[in-house]
Nanobody
Framework: VQLQASGGGLVQSGGSLRLSCAAS????????MGWYRQAPGKQRELVAD???????NFADSVKGRFTISRDNAKNTVYLQMNSLKPEDTAVYYC?????????WGQGTQVTVSS
């Protein structure tokens, strides 16, 4: 299984970005896909995740600003990030959880300037 993330970049405070992560390989249809982030000097933390059935979970810090969605036919998860803040600056990692196994993408940098 491989995860390919894209969509990071530099944006001003208040701006928006959309991250995408496509999973390839043999993937059981029941799974959880999500996004984590890691800022310099901090631990990796959950941003949001979504099950194959559509249930979502968000970190309190992004509720109301970020949305997560997925296309099961394409094994792709999306993270729409609005009203971005400088504290959202981090490397964002895509994660796939399936059959008690975890797979990570390569990470994409998101930088929000004030």
């Amino acid at each position: 299984v491989q995860l390919q993330a894209s969509g990071g970049g530099l944006v001003q405070s208040g701006g928006s970005l959309r991250l995408s992560c496509a999973a390839s390989g043999s993937i059981f249809r029941i799974n959880v896909m999500g996004w984590y982030r890691q800022a310099p000097g901090k631990q990796r933390e959950l941003v949001a995740d979504i099950t194959s059935g559509g249930s979502t979970n968000f970190a309190d810090s992004v509720k109301g600003r970020f949305t997560i969605s997925r296309d099961n036919a394409k094994n792709t998860v999306y993270l729409q990030m609005n009203s971005l803040k400088p504290e959202d600056t981090a490397v964002y990692y895509c994660k796939l959880g399936v059959l008690k196994r975890t797979f990570w993408g390569q990470g994409t940098q998101v930088t929000v300037s004030s």
